[in-house]
């Protein structure tokens, strides 16, 4: 089945640099891919997705890129805010809409 | 997008008993789906929940001990029976608006389940 590694466990930036979280997919098959955010003591919120058919797309702060050939996607958030200090998580969509999830990725964005 | 609410929030239980968790959405939605997220660990799929049959259960995962209903198509229940510290975890519903493989989902505020 389909298997979704993503790096780094943990990354800290200072307010204003840019984060970039990894993740790398196995199924071929796999065709979207929705990266989510989880603050503390909530459900995870959608932040952005990207189908197989385009290789970027982005949302004001927020892009995220995908290399089929590669089997990776990526997220790249600019000009970090301690807002955005939270867990985020990739995931990869096998057909019938489930969603196996990469092991999430701890972000600290200090002031 | 939807709105999605679940009841209770959190709980807490003693082993052995069993707790049925509603997941209720502000439309109606084609696809519903329970995972489970361990604590400081990330989500597992439990299974997807089908209006007037019976779930689709992931590998790991069994009717006895989670049975879901989805009475209709905007509620659905997830029962942990007999249950075990190992069943303490967040329990999350999510769910698609339509049938495409590539449906955006979206989650509930999950039930923060802790069994002693």
């Known amino acids: ?111 | 997008s939807a709105v999605i609410s679940q009841k209770p929030s959190r709980d807490i239980c003693q082993r052995g008993t069993s707790l049925t968790i509603q997941c209720q959405v502000d439309s109606q939605v084609t696809m519903m789906f329970w995972y489970r997220q361990q604590p400081g660990q990330s989500l597992t799929l439990i299974a997807t929940a089908n209006q007037g049959s019976e779930a689709t259960y992931e590998s790991g995962f069994v009717i006895d001990k989670f049975p879901i209903s989805r009475p209709n198509l905007t509620f659905s229940t997830l029962t942990v029976s007999n249950m075990s510290p190992e069943d303490s975890s967040i329990y999350l519903c999510s769910v698609g608006k339509g049938l495409a493989a590539s449906e955006t989902q979206y989650f509930g505020p999950g039930t923060r389940l802790l069994v002693l």
């Not at chain 1, 990354?11 to 979207?32: H, M, P, R």
């Not at chain 1, 929705?34 to 603050?39: H, L, N, T």
């Not at chain 1, 000009?79 to 701890?106: I, N, W």
């Open chain 1, 1 to 111: 089945g389909e298997n979704v590694e993503q790096h780094p466990s943990t990354l800290s930036v200072q307010e204003g640099d840019s984060a970039v979280i990894k993740c790398t997919y196995s199924d071929s098959a796999s065709n979207y891919f929705p990266w989510y955010k989880q603050e503390l003591g909530k459900g995870p919120q959608l932040i952005i997705d990207i189908r197989s058919n385009v290789g970027e797309k982005k949302d004001q702060r927020i892009a995220v890129t995908l290399n089929k050939t590669a089997k990776h996607f990526s997220l790249h958030i600019t000009e970090t805010q301690p807002e955005d200090s939270a867990v985020y998580f990739c995931a990869a969509s096998t057909g019938f809409q489930k969603l196996v999830f990469g092991t999430g990725t701890r972000l600290l964005v200090s002031p």
